[in-house]
């Protein structure tokens, strides 16, 4: 891939998706069981425009099917894909063009994603891309027959235990993705699709009740001392208003996030990304509740200066400060949370630290927590 993008005043390098991988193999085996030549390379154009010549490997073809695979590139993305093998076998069939799913392609259980329960997890754009370099195949090689696609990802059944699949119901592998055909490196909306994703399944499950985490530290926490059932979750990263503008769309009834207080402090100022490259603030507004709640300057500026939230959390609880501190900061949060769902999705918050366990909570929270405490969830 010659396709840059700039990231972070860095320079990466772009790669192309599964969706891409998949209808290259087909055009190319394709290619090979119409002509019964081999082909070397293949030209692929994806949604964006952008024209990829990739290179067939592993190929086999004889009289009646043949199968090549193309070999994933995932450019400067630190994907767990990069480097793997899509198959396509293209078999001649009387009429018509068909897919299917084999070894290592995932098929759908559960409702509310893209693909309908029981289809292949093969997404609607590379669906689109894989029939179009098919009839491509056909009409250069002016063939007025049928052709079977089957794909196959060897390595994909133990790569999808590392993605989203397994709680979005996709089991027996990877899906086959990308809306572009290209990979942006470090992409920010492709993150932002996958918690919509999964916010989809949930919704599409009856899941009325959404349960949010920044992360894993949340939900060890939240599973080990709240006696939460979090297998419902979303894992929202830094993304909580994106979170929210679609937990609204997606008429959810309301919206609990529990989090380190070091993600949710922020949020208590209306930042509603928490990547410590947009926003920080932490200490800083730590400092000001403090004052507000009678702290002297000398420990303002202690907790101001803290190089943590949570050395800032321990000057509040040495200095008897920290309840009214965290009562102000989860008011914020709250207040916040509610702005940006317009007030139609109710939201709490619950703060914890790891070395001091729960910090605060909002209004809501407990209402909201037995909703979500196991055996009681609905």
């Not at 043949?66 to 990069?82: F, H, L, M, N, Q």
Request: proline share 4%; with cysteine; charged share 20%.
């Amino acid at each position: 891939m010659s396709l840059f993008t700039v990231k972070e005043g860095k320079k990466l390098r772009c790669g192309y998706t599964t969706g891409s991988c998949a209808a290259a193999a087909a055009k190319a085996a394709a290619m090979m069981v119409l002509t019964g030549r081999r082909v070397d390379a293949v030209s692929l154009q994806t949604p964006q425009g952008t024209v990829l010549q990739l290179i067939p490997e592993d190929v086999s073809f004889g009289p009646q099917s043949a199968t090549c695979a193309i070999r994933k590139d995932s450019g400067d993305d630190p994907d767990i894909t990069d480097g793997m093998l899509v198959y396509g076998t293209v078999e001649k069939t009387p009429s018509g063009l068909s897919l299917i799913g084999g070894e290592g392609v995932g098929r759908v259980t559960q409702p509310g994603l893209a693909c309908a329960v029981g289809d292949w997890a093969i997404n609607p754009v590379p669906r689109r891309m894989i029939t179009e370099a098919l009839k491509q195949a056909c009409q250069q090689c002016g063939y007025t027959g049928g052709l079977r696609l089957t794909l196959s990802i060897p390595d994909g059944q133990r790569l999808a235990q590392k993605t989203f699949n397994p709680r979005l119901g996709i089991v027996g592998g990877l899906s086959i993705l990308g809306t572009s055909g290209i990979v942006d490196p470090m992409s920010e909306q492709a993150l932002v699709d996958t918690i919509h994703t999964e916010m989809d399944s949930r919704r599409a499950a009856g899941q009325a009740h959404l349960l949010a985490f920044f992360g894993n530290y949340g939900v060890d926490f939240s599973r080990d001392h709240l006696g939460l059932d979090v297998s419902p979750r979303v894992t929202i990263s830094n993304y909580v208003g994106e979170t929210l503008d679609y937990a609204a769309y997606k008429g959810f009834s309301d919206v609990l996030l529990i989090g380190h207080i070091g993600k949710l402090v922020k949020v208590a100022q209306g930042i509603m990304n928490t990547h410590s490259r947009y926003a920080d603030g932490r200490t800083t507004l730590l400092a000001l509740e403090a004052v507000f709640a009678g702290a002297s300057r000398e420990v303002a500026q202690k907790i101001y200066d803290s190089l943590t939230t949570d050395e800032a959390v321990r000057l509040l609880k040495e200095t008897g400060l920290l309840e009214p501190v965290m009562a102000a900061v989860c008011d914020k949060i709250e207040s916040y949370m509610d702005q940006r769902t317009h007030g139609q999705v109710p939201t709490a918050a619950v703060v914890f630290s790891n070395a001091y366990g729960v910090l605060g909570q909002s209004s809501r929270a407990q209402a909201f927590l037995a909703l979500h405490t196991k055996g009681e969830l609905r």
